[in-house]
């Protein structure tokens, strides 16, 4: 990434030194890429947009102080995908939406041997090492079919006694108002987590 002062990567939100998260467990991003297909969007990080709790939250989980997944919610524009894209420059990792997953899966039903495509593919996302699922509760109202989805995602992330493989989780919603548009089995499992409600916008207006 270019080196500029309104750009940042997760050590210097976070203020931590290389070997911090090495000795923690965590591997930088050349030696943990993500896989193919799951690439993050080209936005800017910009340090003034992460609010402090966030970074805090961030320490916690990736210091084993707190469990994955971590999940950031409330409005927009309080810094909560931003923090999530430095990590994925730190550690490397895959980014996908709620939408672009469902996609995706309904994509398999249009070829043939879709069973075996859709295995394949949630292998991906099992063995990515970082994995950040963006814009949950985007819709007010969701399917059966979409919450199987999340599900999915979220079994095969983090559900024991498989290991919790580090996860962040992306809502402008809070908890209490995803319970309203999610089943209990999907709020379980985000609130087995770490979870971070932000507010206040703090996008920069040029």
């Known amino acids: ?9 997760l050590e210097v ?11 923690a467990g965590i591997k930088r991003g050349a030696e943990r890429r993500g896989p193919r297909g799951f690439p993050p969007p080209d936005k800017p990080r910009e340090r003034i947009k ?26 927009a524009g309080s810094g909560k995908t931003c923090a999530a894209l430095c990590m ?11 939408g672009d997953l469902c996609a ?7 070829q043939g041997d879709s069973a075996n495509r859709a295995r394949l593919f949630w292998n991906k996302i099992e063995d990515c090492y970082l994995m950040v699922l963006d814009e949950l509760g985007q819709r007010k109202t969701t399917s059966d079919a979409r919450n199987e989805v999340v599900k999915k995602f979220l079994d095969v992330r983090i559900d024991l006694p498989n290991p919790v493989r580090p996860t962040v989780v992306i809502s402008n919603l809070t908890l209490d108002e995803m319970s309203c548009v999610y089943p209990d089995p999907i709020i379980s499992r985000l ?6 409600t932000t507010s206040g916008d703090r996008r920069v207006i040029k």
């Open 50 to 75: 992460i609010a402090s709790d966030v970074v805090e939250a961030i320490k916690a989980v990736t210091t084993g102080c707190k469990p994955w997944p971590l999940v950031l919610c409330g409005e």
């Open 13 to 23: 939100c976070t203020g931590f030194q290389v070997r911090d998260w090495v000795f």
């Open 104 to 110: 995706q899966i309904n994509g398999f039903w249009d």
């Open 191 to 196: 609130a087995g987590g770490t979870v971070v």
């Open 88 to 98: 994925l420059d730190h550690f490397g990792g895959g980014y996908t939406s709620v």
């Open 1 to 9: 990434m270019p080196d500029s002062p309104n750009l940042c990567s």
